[in-house]
């Protein structure tokens, strides 16, 4: 089992599948977009040394869908938003989003 969830005010883990881990979406704070305004299919790194992998960025809500889950991500982390090999800006990501894979529901922020 892995932790999928912190509770700290209710001083709770929440333990689970690896599958529970899979991020689909993120939100960002501290927003700086370098060019313009992103296109809305974009890739995003993730880490220095990660791929670039493809997603959708709702600038307005500042939330970045991954086209594929992502294992691994965590708030606190940068998140670069790139057209082909140009960067178009990024953010720090705040909150992370999972879909429960048992009822496809949405889950709670995770860790």
Do not use: C, K
Not at 27 to 40: E, M, Q, T, Y
Not at 77 to 105: F, K
């Amino acid at each position: 089992l892995y932790v999928v969830a912190v509770d700290a005010a209710a001083r709770r883990v929440v333990a689970g599948p690896r599958a529970a881990l899979a991020i689909d979406t993120v939100d960002l704070g501290a927003v700086n977009w370098l060019v313009g305004p992103p296109a809305s299919e974009i890739g995003v790194r993730l880490r220095s040394t990660g791929r670039v992998v493809p997603a959708t960025v709702d600038r307005d809500a500042a939330r970045i869908d991954f086209a594929e889950p992502e294992f691994g991500v965590a708030r606190g982390q940068a998140a670069v938003v790139y057209a082909g090999d140009r960067i178009l800006g990024g953010g720090t990501i705040v909150a992370t989003h999972a879909t429960d894979p048992a009822s496809g529901s949405r889950l709670a922020s995770t860790i």
